[in-house]
């Protein structure tokens, strides 16, 4: 059984040779390797599966939620009530 190495934001940054600060820009859009936020803490990276995002075997992560009152979406406004 292997134990899971986690890197944080900027080691996997330098992993990857790219800015930590593009790697989050990712994270938001749902591009990249996996992101692992355990208890809304640091963002996380499984080393793995950042070798292999980088030799092309991508595991695509899901958008993170934004941070609240940054980043969110416009309301939606039903149009059908007026």
Do not use: C
């Not at 600060?21 to 990276?45: D, I």
């Amino acid at each position: 059984m292997s134990t899971v190495q986690f890197l944080t934001r900027r080691q996997a940054a330098d992993l990857m040779g790219i800015a930590a600060k593009t790697l989050s820009n990712w994270a938001v859009w749902g591009y990249g390797p996996r992101v692992y936020n355990p208890s809304g803490g640091k963002a996380l990276y499984d080393r793995d599966e950042v070798i292999g995002f980088v030799k092309g075997t991508p595991i695509v992560s899901q958008p993170a939620v934004p941070k609240r009152g940054r980043g969110r979406p416009p309301k939606q406004t039903d149009r059908r009530t007026g």
